[in-house]
């Protein structure tokens, strides 16, 4: 089994910053991408950031020149840095891991969700 754990969520003002970790462990032979979603109340799930093993990355656009997603892959971490939120980037970000496992194969996997408030 793999675990996602993840961290860094709250409350912050428009104009803050904060910073999501997630952690993988577990049975785990390849991560070959990790990458934050988010969910606000009322929309659909949309991909923030992901980034692939050979560091391509992608950016929803509204967050371009705000988010940075960076990945240690040493210690199977991927971090999103939210700077200048705003209001509309409130939502409970999720951590998304596609990887390969043991027998198992190719299984991705998602984080439990950690909430981002930003107040105007």
């Known amino acids: 089994q793999v675990q996602l754990v993840e961290s860094g969520g709250g409350l912050v003002q428009a104009g803050g910053s904060l910073r999501l970790s997630c952690v993988a462990s577990?049975?785990?032979?390849?991560?070959?991408?990790m990458g934050w979603y988010r969910q606000a109340p009322g929309k659909q799930r949309e991909l923030v950031a992901r980034?692939?093993?050979?560091?391509?990355?992608n950016y929803l656009d509204s967050v371009k020149g705000r988010f940075t997603i960076s990945r240690d892959n040493a210690k199977n971490t991927v971090y999103l840095q939210m700077n200048s939120l705003k209001p509309e980037d409130t939502a409970v970000y999720y951590c998304?891991?596609?990887?390969?496992?043991?027998?198992?194969?190719?299984?991705?996997?998602w984080g439990q969700g950690t909430q981002v408030t930003v107040s105007s």
């Open positions: 998304n891991v596609d990887l390969i496992q043991p027998v198992r194969g190719r299984y991705e996997y």
């Open positions: 980034i692939i093993r050979g560091g391509s990355i």
């Open positions: 577990g049975s785990i032979l390849r991560i070959d991408a």
